[in-house]
T-cell receptor, first 115, second 111 residues
Framework: DGGITQSPKYLFRKEGQNVTLSCEQNLNHDAMYWYRQDPGQGLRLIYYSQIVNDFQKGDIAEGYSVSREKKESFPLTVTSAQKNPTAFYLC??????????????FGPGTRLLVL | GNSVTQMEGPVTLSEEAFLTINCTYTATGYPSLFWYVQYPGEGLQLLLKATKADDKGSNKGFEATYRKETTSFHLEKGSVQVSDSAVYFCALRDQGGKLIFGQGTELSVKP
C-alpha cells in the first residue's frame, strides 16, 4: 500500500536535546511538508520541500531544521533552540503537475513531549 | 494576506441531525479549497475539495460548494452519525502551493 509513514508515534525530549522526527513516503510525490499542530489551533507550516536537495522555510521555521537527500524522506530535527516544542507534528506530501503542487496527503503524526 | 476562518466549536449534534460548519476565506484570486477531517490521535484525511467557483465537492455524504460571491466553502451533511465525530479543517491552497488552514471545528455527535 502506498502512503506516508511517520515515526515514532510518541517522542520525548529532554532539555537541551535535539530530536529527529522521521517522515517517509512511497507515493512518488515531489513535494513534502512539515506542520505543527497545537491544541485548538490549525496547522502551521514549518518547512517544505518541492524537490530533492531543496527546501524552504515556512511560517514558523525557527528552532527547526530539515534535509531532503532522497525523494522519499524528509526528516525534521527539533533543536534545543525551539523553546516550546511540545506539539503534534504532521508530515504531508503532494504530487506536482507542471510545477504546481497538487492535493496534500498527510501522515499519522508524531506527538512530541518535553520531559 | 490569505486566511481562512471557521465557525468555532465544539459543535454538538444528535445522530441524524443536519450539519453545517461555516468556512469563509480571504485570498488573492481563486484558490482551490479543501475540507480535511482529523479523528482523535490521527493525521488529517482529505474529505473533499473544489478547484473553481461553483464547484461542489462531495464525499461520504458531506458536501461543500465554492461560492466566490460570498468567499465561502461551508461543509454540510444531511444526517450525521456518531462515527462523524472528529475535528474538521477548512483550507485554501495559495498561489505558491501552500495550504492555509482554519483553526478547526470539533464535531461531537451523540447517539
Amino acid at each position: 500500500d502506498g502512503g506516508i509513514t511517520q515515526s515514532p508515534k510518541y517522542l520525548f525530549r529532554k532539555e537541551g536535546q535535539n530530536v529527529t522526527l522521521s517522515c517517509e513516503q512511497n507515493l512518488n510525490h515531489d513535494a513534502m511538508y512539515w506542520y505543527r499542530q497545537d491544541p485548538g489551533q490549525g496547522l502551521r507550516l514549518i518547512y517544505y520541500s518541492q524537490i530533492v536537495n531543496d527546501f524552504q522555510k515556512g511560517d514558523i521555521a525557527e528552532g527547526y531544521s530539515v534535509s531532503r537527500e532522497k525523494k522519499e524522506s524528509f526528516p525534521l530535527t527539533v533543536t534545543s533552540a525551539q523553546k516550546n516544542p511540545t506539539a503534534f507534528y504532521l508530515c504531508a506530501s503532494s504530487p506536482t503537475t507542471s510545477g504546481v503542487q497538487e492535493t496534500q496527503y498527510f501522515g499519522p503524526g508524531t506527538r512530541l513531549l518535553v520531559l | 494576506g490569505n486566511s481562512v476562518t471557521q465557525m468555532e466549536g465544539p459543535v454538538t449534534l444528535s445522530e441524524e441531525a443536519f450539519l453545517t460548519i461555516n468556512c469563509t476565506y480571504t485570498a488573492t484570486g481563486y484558490p482551490s479549497l479543501f475540507w480535511y477531517v482529523q479523528y482523535p490521535g490521527e493525521g488529517l484525511q482529505l474529505l473533499l475539495k473544489a478547484t473553481k467557483a461553483d464547484d461542489k465537492g462531495s464525499n461520504k455524504g458531506f458536501e461543500a460548494t465554492y461560492r466566490k460571491e460570498t468567499t465561502s466553502f461551508h461543509l454540510e451533511k444531511g444526517s450525521v452519525q456518531v462515527s462523524d465525530s472528529a475535528v474538521y479543517f477548512c483550507a485554501l491552497r495559495d498561489q505558491g502551493g501552500k495550504l492555509i488552514f482554519g483553526q478547526g471545528t470539533e464535531l461531537s455527535v451523540k447517539p
